[in-house]
């Protein structure tokens, strides 16, 4: 089986230095986990830019999805009738956001931000003003936990 050589730990100071930049939280994740699972960068980033912020309207966090799409790219399938790794994936995703859940409660990027969303202009400005994202506090965190069960995850397989 081949090894998966993820990039250095995520840190919450290093993804609040990532979405400092002007990435968003998926954008995040993957900057920690395309090379490693074969993709390059900056097809990536620009493939992921569209998650944050639940998709900008507080569906499931932008970086939980960027997890969910790096275990696609170990544990997807690109062959028709592939039932038994399709129940691998689906088993690795159940895994993975039931541990993420555990960690902080919920996969929904309003409910992870307090009932705000960055769908509404106001509410998006209250999130950045009382430092609930970006920079400052949460998202960083959950960018660094999710990096943190996808490297226990993906590193397993060594």
């Known amino acids: 089986m081949e090894e998966t050589i993820m990039a250095e730990k995520m840190t919450v100071e290093k993804a609040a ?3 400092g ?3 968003h939280c998926s954008q995040c994740v993957m900057w920690h986990t395309a090379e490693a699972l074969g993709m390059d960068k900056k097809q990536a980033l620009k493939m992921t830019g569209g998650l944050g912020g639940g998709c900008f309207h507080g569906d499931v966090c932008g ?3 960027a ?3 790096s275990l696609g790219l170990k544990y997807g399938y690109c062959e028709p009738n592939s039932a038994e790794q399709n129940a691998i ?5 159940n ?4 541990r993420f859940i555990e960690k902080n409660g919920s996969i929904v990027c309003k409910e992870l931000l307090g009932g705000l ?3 509404v202009p ?3 400005a209250k999130i950045m003003e009382n430092g609930l994202a970006g920079v400052i506090k949460n998202c960083p965190k959950y960018c660094a936990d999710v990096c943190e069960i996808l490297d226990d995850m993906i590193d397993e397989l060594k």
């Open 117 to 119: 969303s960055f769908a």
């Open 17 to 19: 230095e990532i979405l």
């Open 89 to 93: 994936l689906i088993s690795k995703v």
């Open 95 to 98: 895994e993975f956001e039931a």
């Open 67 to 69: 997890g969910v799409a």
């Open 63 to 65: 970086a939980v999805s």
């Open 21 to 23: 930049q002007g990435f």
């Open 122 to 124: 106001e509410e998006a």
